[in-house]
C-alpha cells in the first residue's frame, strides 16, 4: 500500500482545470488552482493518513466472519469459498472438493492468512457494508478484489485427504 504521508499536490498549468482520470488523481494531477479544491483535497489527503473510511478492525472482522462460510465472487464469476471457525482458525477451497487449512491474524488494517500449502502471508484490506464482506490484495500485479456472493449456488464441501494405492 503506498504511503499516503508522503502525496504531494502538483498545480496544473495555468488554465488547465480538469479533474482528470482517477490514475492521474493518485498524483495529484489535474487539481484546480483554487483554494476550496486544495482544501478538499488536504482534508481528504488527511481522512485517508488517519484511517481507511470503511475499513473494520479485527474484532468486527471476528465477529462478522466467525461460524460462517463466506462465497467470494470475482468480477461476478464464482472464485472459492472460506469457513471461518473459532480460534481464527479457517478453511479455504476453490470448491473443487479440496480445502486447505488456515488461520488468520490482523496486521495493521489487514487480515492475513497463513494457509498449510502456502506459508507465507497473504494480507487483505477489506470493508464490511451492506452489502457485505469486500476483500482486496495488492502485490505486484494488479489488484484482485473478492466480493461476498449473497446467494450462493452450492455448498462447500472437502472431500477430504487424498488416498492413493
Known sequence: MADRSKLTLRQPAPGNCTLGAASDMRHGEG??????????????????????LSAADAEQFDSYTRGRTIHFDFLGQHYGAERYLPGQRVQW???????????WYAQGDEICFVYEDRPEAQCWSYEIGSEGLSVTITGDGPALTLTEQPDPPKDMVCLGPEVGV
Request: net charge negative; charged share 15%; proline share 6%.
Open 93 to 103: 477451497s476453490f470448491l473443487d472438493g479440496r480445502c486447505v487449512e488456515g488461520e
Open 31 to 52: 487539481m484546480c488552482n483554487s483554494a476550496p479544491l486544495r482544501f478538499c483535497a488536504v482534508i481528504l489527503g488527511l481522512s485517508c493518513v488517519a484511517a481507511p
